[in-house]
């Protein structure tokens, strides 16, 4: 079956800082591929999408490339900012699988002014 | 934009009663609401999903008569954990097919703020 791996937090950034969050995932067929963010005390938000090999996701500076051959999704930034704090979730979803969204366990990261 | 506003945010109980958890939409019609819950450091697991006027539908594995899940109306969806007991201690969280983007697309979800339930 559909399953995503994203690295394990916490996270431990300071202000500016590059940030990387990996996601590998195992899929039947072409999935579709997430990353969600969930700030404090909130529901969670699509950050960005990808549908398709090579497509590139971004939002809010925050980028993700579907990456085929080595089945991935990696989450990237330039520079965080303190406001960045939040708990991300890589997920895909595919025909398989009934377009139901599968999730990774969830990366919390904390940006430090 | 969409909301989907979701109570309680945390709740303390006892072992052996229930806990009920609602999901509403806001300013929207969910006929679909999917229920996941989250063990700590582990992935969002889809539980059930729930339709309004017909029964829910259940993930392998997961109890019916457990976790019962009823949606009464177009904007409401509600999950009660019957006689709880501490390993039923969780996140809960619920969405629903965000209106305008296609819900079979996957990627119009609105998502409550969950529901930490400890069950002591």
């Known amino acids: 079956g559909n399953s995503v791996t994203q690295m394990e937090g916490p996270v431990t950034l300071s202000e500016e800082a590059f940030l990387t969050i990996n996601c590998t995932y195992t899929a039947t067929g072409y999935p579709s591929l997430f990353w969600y963010v969930q700030y404090p005390g909130e529901g969670l938000q699509l950050l960005l999408k990808a549908t398709k090999a090579d497509d590139k996701g971004s939002n809010k500076g925050f980028e993700a490339t579907y990456r085929k051959e080595t089945t991935s999704f990696h989450l990237e930034k330039g520079s965080v900012q303190v406001s960045d704090s939040a708990v991300y979730f890589c997920?895909?979803?595919?025909?398989?699988?009934?377009?139901?969204?599968?999730f990774g366990g969830g990366t919390r990261v904390l940006v430090k002014p | 934009g969409a909301v989907v506003s979701q109570h309680p945010s945390r709740v303390i109980c006892k072992s052996g009663t229930s806990v009920k958890i609602e999901c509403r939409s806001l300013d929207f019609q969910a006929t679909t609401m999917f229920w996941y819950r989250q063990f700590p450091k582990q992935s969002l697991m889809l539980m059930a999903t729930s339709n309004e006027g017909s029964k829910a539908t259940y993930e392998q594995g997961v109890e019916k008569d457990k976790f019962l899940i009823n949606h009464a109306s177009l904007t409401l969806s509600t999950l009660t954990v019957t006689s709880a007991h501490p390993e039923d201690s969780s996140f809960y969280i619920c969405?629903?097919?965000?209106?305008?983007?296609?819900?079979?697309?996957?990627?119009?979800?609105?998502f409550g703020s969950g529901t930490r339930l400890t069950v002591v």
């Open positions: 969405s629903a097919p965000t209106p305008g983007t296609g819900g079979a697309s996957n990627y119009g979800y609105t």
């Open positions: 997920a895909l979803s595919g025909k398989a699988a009934g377009n139901k969204l599968t």
